[in-house]
Each structure stands twice: as structure tokens, then as C-alpha cells.
């Protein structure tokens, strides 16, 4: 039996057998995820609707800085959070540091610019069309943005798939903010990353296999919810 194939079975075998840490792994890793991809939603979302439908001065800045905040690079969005959660930091006091909860920040600094720049391109298609409708409708800038969640819902389940995606497959910034420690900030990516360069093949193979079933599962139930919205 090759080396591969040896490694897959083990890892099918790690699967079947879902011990207690390899349990916790999976369920951190969800949990940081779904909700830095959620957060990055709630705010991010009504955001990029504004940016669609409002017209200030420095609009054009902001849409540019957005867009290029969608190639920060994960270590640079770790450092920044490490410095603002670090005992010297303006947010020391608190705590975060090497938490689950530094983790969610930084997964949402990352994840948030994807949600704003795929909410704000199709809203500003659809204001195009329907801002003079709006305006002898006299609808206000809330009721505004409520009218493109409510045409484009499509592109709201873009962002939070696409959102959830650089979440959960997220190591550089995580590792920085949340120290890789055992059973408290260990997840999925990371601890591929880990078993990897120690050579536990089975172990990182396994996780990968998970890491990919829970990606489709989400995407599923996401599919899934939207459209029965949708048909109501």
C-alpha cells in the first residue's frame, strides 16, 4: 500500500471514529467562521448598499480603498489586529489576545471588503434602474438600502458564501492572533498546517476532508434557505 493511499484510509478511519479533539477542532472552526462571516454581513452588507445608493463627497475614495482592502494580505490583517489586541494596544485590556474571539476579528477584517464590494457592484446596477422610482416614492436612504437587499438578495448569499469561504479557509491571521493552542484557538486550517510539517499525513488529510464536506454543507443550506425565501 503506498504512502497516499495509506494516508487516505487513515484519515477516512480519524473520520469514522470522531474523537473528542478532533471534534473540537471541527467545531471551533465553524463556529469562528460562521460568525466572523456573519458579522462581516450584518455590517458589511448594508454598507456596500449605501455606497450604491447615497452620492458624498470622498464616495469614489472609499469604494477604491474597499477594493483594494480585498488583497490585503491575511499576515498584514493579523499583524494589525495582533497590535490592537497586544497588552500595548489600544485594546489590551480586554483580553483577546490568543482567544477564539481575536480570531473572529480578524476573519471579519479579512472577509468584510468581499461582502461590501459583492453587494455594492449589483446594488449599483439596480439603483440605476430603480432610482427614480425611489425618489417620487420618496424613500429614504434605510428604505433605500432595504429595497436592494430585497431585489439582489441574490448577491447578499454571494457575499456570505464568498465571506465564509476566505473565513474558513483562513491560517496566516489566525495563527498570529490566536496561537495554534490545543484544544482553545486550534481549527481546521491551522492544524492541517500543523500536522503537515510534522508529517501526520492521515491527520491533515482527514481534516482537509472535512474542511471541504462542511464548505458544501454550508453552501447547501445557504442555496437551500434562499430559495425557499425567495418563493414565499
Given at each position: 500500500?503506498?504512502?497516499f493511499?495509506q494516508a ?5 478511519a ?10 473540537g477542532?471541527?467545531?471551533l472552526?465553524?463556529r ?5 462571516s ?11 448598499a ?7 463627497r470622498g464616495?469614489?475614495a ?6 483594494a482592502f ?6 498584514v490583517a ?8 497586544s497588552r500595548?494596544?489600544p485594546l489590551?485590556s480586554?483580553?483577546l ?5 481575536a480570531m ?10 468581499i461582502?461590501?464590494a459583492?453587494?455594492h ?17 420618496g424613500?429614504?436612504t ?8 430585497s ?9 456570505f458564501l464568498?465571506?465564509?469561504g ?5 491560517v496566516g ?5 490566536g496561537g495554534?493552542?490545543?484544544?482553545f ?6 492544524a492541517?498546517a ?14 482537509g476532508l ?6 458544501i454543507?454550508?453552501s ?5 434557505f434562499?430559495?425557499?425565501v425567495?418563493g414565499?
Amino acid at each position: 500500500m503506498s504512502d497516499f493511499t495509506q494516508a487516505v484510509v487513515s484519515a477516512f478511519a480519524l473520520i469514522a471514529r470522531l474523537d473528542p479533539e478532533l471534534s473540537g477542532i471541527v467545531a471551533l472552526s465553524l463556529r469562528v467562521s460562521l460568525t466572523a462571516s456573519l458579522i462581516a454581513l450584518v455590517i458589511g452588507a448594508p454598507f456596500g448598499a449605501f455606497l450604491a445608493v447615497r452620492r458624498f463627497r470622498g464616495r469614489q475614495a472609499v469604494i477604491v480603498v474597499t477594493n483594494a482592502f480585498l488583497g490585503l494580505p491575511p499576515v498584514v490583517a493579523g499583524l494589525g489586529v495582533f497590535l490592537l489586541l497586544s497588552r500595548s494596544g489600544p485594546l489590551g485590556s480586554a483580553g483577546l489576545l490568543f482567544t477564539p474571539t481575536a480570531m473572529i476579528i480578524a476573519q471579519s477584517v479579512l472577509a468584510m471588503p468581499i461582502v461590501v464590494a459583492l453587494v455594492h457592484r449589483p446594488a449599483s446596477l439596480l439603483w440605476a434602474e430603480y432610482s427614480d422610482l425611489a425618489r417620487i416614492d420618496g424613500l429614504s436612504t434605510l428604505r433605500s438600502i432595504g429595497l436592494m437587499f430585497s431585489l439582489g438578495h441574490g448577491s447578499i448569499l454571494t457575499a456570505f458564501l464568498a465571506a465564509f469561504g476566505r473565513a474558513i479557509a483562513e491560517v496566516g491571521a489566525i495563527i498570529i492572533v490566536g496561537g495554534n493552542i490545543a484544544g482553545f484557538t486550534r481549527t481546521m486550517t491551522t492544524a492541517i498546517a500543523l500536522e503537515t510539517s510534522k508529517g501526520d499525513l492521515a491527520l491533515a488529510l482527514g481534516l482537509g476532508l472535512i474542511l471541504l464536506t462542511l464548505s458544501i454543507l454550508v453552501s447547501t443550506v445557504a442555496l437551500v434557505f434562499v430559495g425557499r425565501v425567495a418563493g414565499k
